[in-house]
């Protein structure tokens, strides 16, 4: 059962437009939420995070927005650059619990120059 | 400071044999976690390990284990391999909320 879901594998976006990536979840105990992004053959790096007692939260051209009634968050990139191309993943905490993670799929963005 | 460190970088390995994997966290980080990535299943959660205790365990068989020294480095060890072990295991060590990971071990099962 696949707790934390990003529906879209692969999202191509040209440069300087908006990257939306989109995360849905499953578990009402989730309260903690992070993004990471991962490049080819290193491991995954810490991106933005958001507690479920906000609903948006910004850093620099990264923002994270969380939808609690519909169980979404979603991670807006702008503007999008070529070097954000890389696979990024959601994640999930439950209160208390945040070493156990659960990590979505995955959705491997391509920032066409 | 240095980052979270994992070796080999790269195994190959035949069924049924055992094989045990490092990490170093990062220099004061208690906590380390495993995952498993494979291209379907996305990164799944191993195990976690606090103050040499594991504190929360992922839906594993018991093939896989693991363990966690005083000094905070740990090891994941799988035994019996079977083709479907072969993945990126990824070990991640974190202060607080944010885990921090290392560049993972890839495991090649044939």
């Known amino acids: 059962d696949q707790q934390v879901k990003q529906n879209s594998p692969s999202l191509s976006v040209q440069e300087g437009r908006i990257s939306i990536l989109n995360c849905d979840y499953t578990?009402?105990?989730?309260?903690?939420f992070l993004w990471y992004k991962k490049y080819p053959a290193e491991g995954p790096t810490f991106l933005i995070s958001i507690s479920s007692i906000k609903d948006k939260n910004e850093d620099g051209r990264f923002t994270v927005f969380l939808n609690k009634s519909a169980k979404h968050l979603s991670l807006h990139i702008v503007p999008s650059q070529p070097g954000d191309s890389a696979v990024y993943f959601c994640a999930a905490s439950e209160a208390g619990g945040y070493q156990k993670v659960t990590f979505g799929t995955g959705t491997k963005l391509q920032v066409i120059p | 400071k240095a980052g979270v460190t994992q070796t080999p970088r790269y195994l190959i390995k035949t069924r049924g044999q055992q094989v045990t994997l490092s990490c170093s966290p990062i220099?004061?980080?208690?906590?380390v976690s495993w995952y498993q990535q494979t291209p379907g299943q996305g990164l799944q959660f191993l195990f976690e390990y606090f103050s040499e205790t594991q504190r929360n365990k992922g839906n594993f068989p018991g093939r896989f284990s693991g363990r966690q020294f005083s000094n905070s480095r740990s090891e994941m060890n799988v035994s019996t391999l079977e083709l479907g072990d072969s993945a990126l295991y990824l070990c991640?060590?974190?202060?607080?909320?944010?885990?921090?990971f290392g560049p993972g071990t890839r495991l090649t099962v044939l």
């Open positions: 220099s004061g980080h208690r906590s």
């Open positions: 578990n009402s105990m989730f309260d903690y």
């Open positions: 991640a060590s974190s202060l607080l909320d944010t885990q921090y």
